[in-house]
């Protein structure tokens, strides 16, 4: 599922592609005709990131919320944009740019209170200037929930996936399953500043970059659109600092990878 990085760069391209102009707006596949016909012809006023959650504001007051989920994407296209492939789900069409989604868990239109109880929800982000992580700290060191599952909460931070879950518990020693009770204030304010740069290099890259320079050693990744981890899909492979064959197992129903070694507690 693609994590917050993600989606603040699409935020960001349809912020400057779109934004400003009248969008045309369509469903060819059909399941979002209605919500589309609401927004079609409309100025696109901006477009923001909250999490994994993407919205484009309208000059009505309203706004498209897309999910992606595991299988949304989005892709690129010049105007004049050719005849729709696939499952399209929604089309935007500006005057110099359009984009094709497909596959996302949630495309629907909000209204300005729906927007807000959206929002509400929603732990705070990394990647939003003037994010609280003090409110995530709150929800953190009262429960017992491992610190693992509290990180992938989006109540509790938005924007976290499996990947940076996995990466930043690594990169500060800290076992998945210690309690959220156990971590110290001044281990939760390291891993929020280390998610914040993370989290911005994968927006300015466009990938994930969580290795350190000198743990790089430049071997093969575990797919070859991946980026190199530490320990995220790398079960049963030595651990880049220690050897230690990495774990896995499954925490509320994904999967967990660790070093035994160096996460120790």
């Not at 110099?96 to 729906?114: I, K, S, Y």
């Not at 093969?220 to 320990?231: E, I, L, M, N």
Request: aromatic fraction near 6%.
């Amino acid at each position: 599922m693609p994590e917050g990085h993600t989606l603040h760069r699409l935020a960001k391209l349809h912020q400057q592609r779109l934004a400003g102009g009248v969008v045309r707006v369509s469903s060819p596949q059909g399941k979002f005709a209605g919500g589309a016909a609401r927004v079609d012809r409309q100025v696109l006023v901006r477009s923001e990131a909250w999490g994994k959650h993407l919205l484009h504001h309208y000059e009505s007051g309203l706004a498209v919320h897309v999910h992606l989920g595991l299988y949304g994407t989005f892709t690129e296209s010049a105007i004049p944009m050719g005849e729709p492939v696939g499952q399209v789900r929604m089309r935007l069409a500006g005057a110099g740019f359009g984009t094709d989604l497909r596959g996302p868990t949630a495309c629907e239109v909000l209204t300005a209170p729906e927007i807000g109880a959206l929002i509400d929800r929603l732990g705070p982000d990394p990647l939003r200037r003037g994010a609280d992580p003090e409110r995530a700290w709150q929800r953190i060191h009262r429960s017992r929930r491992p610190i693992g599952s509290l990180l992938m909460d989006q109540q509790v931070i938005a924007g976290v996936g499996n990947v940076y879950r996995a990466e930043v518990l690594y990169r500060h020693g800290i076992a998945p399953h210690r309690p959220g009770t156990a971590l110290a204030p001044g281990e939760w304010e390291a891993l929020w500043a280390d998610l914040v740069q993370l989290m911005r290099v994968g927006v300015r890259r466009g990938k994930m970059h969580v290795v350190r320079a000198e743990h790089d050693h430049g071997e093969p990744s575990y797919a070859p659109d991946r980026p190199r981890t530490y320990v995220y899909r790398r079960a049963g492979a030595p651990c880049r600092t220690c050897g230690t064959p990495v774990a896995h197992s499954v925490l509320e129903g994904r999967n967990l990878f660790w070093c035994p070694t160096c996460q120790p507690s």
